[in-house]
Nanobody, 125 residues
Framework: QVRLVESGGGLVQSGGSLRLSCAASRGTFSTYNTGWFRQAPGKEREFVAAIGWNTASTYYTDSVKGRFTISRDNAKNTLYLQMNSLKPEDAAVYYC??????????????????WGQGTQVTVSS
């Protein structure tokens, strides 16, 4: 079992940047594909980005392409999400996820095996 703990959320002005981190403990983090989801108030949890265990492949939802970058450091058991040019519609609780499924199908919530507890991102206009 993998334990995931997110950090780095906060309040930022529109157009600003934040870097989220997700530290993994227990299990073998380097063998899992990982990703980020987000959930805004009153909305369903949605896929943001995914990265393969060997970092060779990355996937993004269309609304964040060109603004967000997902990366991971297996030596540090840590997943990252660099968020630039933030918009008010990016505000949500961001969740780290790990899965034994291929990263290209991690956009489906049912394919996520482990979740973090979430970190709040607030974007002021």
């Amino acid at each position: 079992q993998v334990r995931l703990v997110e950090s780095g959320g906060g309040l930022v002005q529109s157009g600003g940047s934040l870097r989220l981190s997700c530290a993994a403990s227990r299990g073998t983090f380097s063998t899992y594909n990982t990703g980020w989801f987000r959930q805004a108030p009153g909305k369903e949890r949605e896929f943001v980005a995914a990265i393969g265990w060997n970092t060779a492949s990355t996937y993004y939802t269309d609304s964040v392409k060109g603004r967000f970058t997902i990366s991971r450091d297996n030596a540090k058991n840590t997943l990252y999400l660099q968020m630039n040019s933030l918009k008010p519609e990016d505000a949500a609780v961001y969740y780290c996820a790990a899965s034994g499924h291929p990263p290209q199908v991690m956009n489906l919530i049912r394919n996520v095996d482990y979740w973090g507890q979430g970190t709040q991102v607030t974007v002021s206009s």
